[in-house]
T-cell receptor, first 113, second 116 residues
Framework: AQSVAQPEDQVNVAEGNPLTVKCTYSVSGNPYLFWYVQYPNRGLQFLLKYITGDNLVKGSYGFEAEFNKSQTSFHLKKPSALVSDSALYFC???????????FGSGTRLSIRP | GAGVSQSPSNKVTEKGKDVELRCDPISGHTALYWYRQSLGQGLEFLIY????????KSGLPSDRFSAERTGGSVSTLTIQRTQQEDSAVYLC??????????????FGPGTRLTVL
C-alpha cells in the first residue's frame, strides 16, 4: 500500500529566510512524487514533481524539492521565503504500479513579514 | 474552457436530500479524479476515471456515493440521502496520463457542500 505523511501541520518562517516543508512516503514500487499548493480561496495548483532522474527537482515560484530514496523523503524547499508563499501545501505520491495518487494531510505555511 | 470547471460553486442542502455535483475537465484529458476536502483536512480520494477503463471506486466512503463520466468528458458525483458529515469541499481534477502514470493533475475550484 502507498502512503504519504506530512509531519507538520504548520510551518512558520520569517520573510527572507529559507523554508522547508517535510514529506515522507511509503510505496512498494517506484515512487512518483508531487507537490501542490492551495492559496486561500483558490484551487490546488501543481508546483513540481519527481518521476526519475536528478534528485533535485525545480518547480514554480522558486520552489524545489529533493528526492531522497534512502530516507523516503521529498521535502519542499525555497531559499528565501516570501509573504505571498503563505498557503496550504500538499505532498502526493503515486506508486508506479498503482492508478491513483495519494495526498498528504497538508502543511500550512505562514510567512511573517 | 482553459481549465477544469465545477458547478455549483456552493450547495446548501438539507439532510436526507440527494445532490449532484458536476465537473467539466480540460478538453482532451482522459483521466478524471474526485476528491473530498473537509475543513482544514487533507484530500481524500474518492474515485478515478481513466478513458474507457472501469473506474477505481475504492475511495467512495459509502454506497450513497456514486459517480458517472459520460462520453469520456463531463463527470457527475451524486450523493444520496446526504448526511451532515458529507459537508466538505468536493474537488475534481483532470490529467493527461503519460506512460508510467506520470501525469500532472489540474484541479477545479471545488464545490462547497453544506448539509444542514
Amino acid at each position: 500500500a502507498q502512503s504519504v505523511a506530512q509531519p507538520e501541520d504548520q510551518v512558520n518562517v520569517a520573510e527572507g529566510n529559507p523554508l522547508t516543508v517535510k514529506c515522507t512516503y511509503s510505496v512498494s514500487g517506484n515512487p512518483y512524487l508531487f507537490w501542490y499548493v492551495q492559496y486561500p480561496n483558490r484551487g490546488l495548483q501543481f508546483l513540481l514533481k519527481y518521476i526519475t532522474g536528478d534528485n533535485l527537482v525545480k518547480g514554480s515560484y522558486g520552489f524545489e524539492a529533493e528526492f531522497n530514496k534512502s530516507q523516503t523523503s521529498f521535502h519542499l524547499k525555497k531559499p528565501s521565503a516570501l509573504v505571498s508563499d503563505s498557503a496550504l501545501y500538499f505532498c502526493a505520491v503515486r506508486d508506479s504500479s498503482a492508478s491513483k495518487i495519494i495526498f498528504g494531510s497538508g502543511t500550512r505555511l505562514s510567512i511573517r513579514p | 474552457g482553459a481549465g477544469v470547471s465545477q458547478s455549483p460553486s456552493n450547495k446548501v442542502t438539507e439532510k436526507g436530500k440527494d445532490v449532484e455535483l458536476r465537473c467539466d475537465p480540460i478538453s482532451g484529458h482522459t483521466a478524471l479524479y474526485w476528491y473530498r476536502q473537509s475543513l482544514g483536512q487533507g484530500l481524500e480520494f474518492l474515485i478515478y476515471f481513466q478513458g474507457n477503463s472501469a473506474p477505481d471506486k475504492s475511495g467512495l466512503p459509502s454506497d450513497r456515493f456514486s459517480a458517472e463520466r459520460t462520453g469520456g468528458s463531463v463527470s457527475t458525483l451524486t450523493i444520496q440521502r446526504t448526511q451532515q458529515e458529507d459537508s466538505a469541499v468536493y474537488l475534481c481534477a483532470s490529467s493527461l496520463p503519460l506512460a508510467g502514470g506520470t501525469d500532472t493533475q489540474y484541479f477545479g475550484p471545488g464545490t462547497r457542500l453544506t448539509v444542514l
